[in-house]
């Protein structure tokens, strides 16, 4: 008999191990749908990506005027007085300046952000979308030592997280602190992975996974 109680005591411990293994998996995927396959050099594979008034991919002339891929930026941005090389959204000039810019990544007189409101370079640079006990809030303490965020979750829609970002909390976290990023586990779970993808396509997604059982 307790040999009988050990072997179904196995056996539910490993149903519960495939179960959950099997709902990592399916998220992840969920999640890395909103990418395109890139080389080791950044290059993006297959289609091509444009943006409004960009010269995006270089050998490309066949794109669609206003597509733009999630979380990928182009090669090279053009704006109507310069081309931008993609390092430039990752330099300490082009976050000091995003505040310049903030009113234009929202519909005309409303709070709602723009469908690619940061098609003109990133808005949040980071969000922390899963999962669950994966060591989310440790990161996230980590990471506020360059960013200015509250060590907590934050699941709002991406607008009032841009709010946020730029309103509420640099003055508590400091202003010095030039990137922007929140975490939200449930994301990767959740219809809010799309919304984010919608509104801010070139937001960088980290998503923490772990051994079901441990």
């Given at each position: ?90 330099s300490h000039e082009y976050r000091k300046n995003r ?116």
């Open positions: 008999m307790k040999c009988t109680f050990t072997v179904t005591v196995a056996v539910a411990i490993l149903v519960c191990s495939l179960n959950c293994v099997y709902r990592s998996i399916y998220f992840t995927k969920r999640a890395l749908k909103y990418y395109v396959q890139q080389d080791t050099s950044g290059r993006i594979i297959g289609d091509n990506v444009s943006i409004n008034t960009a010269a995006d991919m270089e050998g490309t002339d066949d794109n669609k005027e206003g597509q733009v891929r999630p979380n990928i930026i182009t090669s090279m941005i053009t704006t109507n007085s310069s081309t931008q090389p993609v390092d430039y959204f990752s505040n310049e810019t903030y009113d234009s990544w929202f519909k005309p007189g409303t709070d709602m952000l723009l469908e690619n409101a940061d098609k003109n370079g990133p808005i949040l640079d980071f969000a922390i979308t899963g999962f669950a006990k994966c060591g989310t809030t440790t990161l996230e303490a980590n990471l506020g030592y360059i960013a200015p965020m509250p060590i907590a979750d934050v699941c709002t829609l991406p607008s009032q997280t841009v709010y946020y970002s730029y309103n509420n909390w640099p003055k508590e976290y400091g202003e010095e602190k030039l990137l922007r990023g929140t975490k939200c586990p449930m994301f990767i779970s959740s219809g809010f992975i799309n919304t984010l993808s919608y509104h801010l396509p070139r937001t960088k997604l980290i998503i923490g996974i772990r051994h079901p059982v441990s």
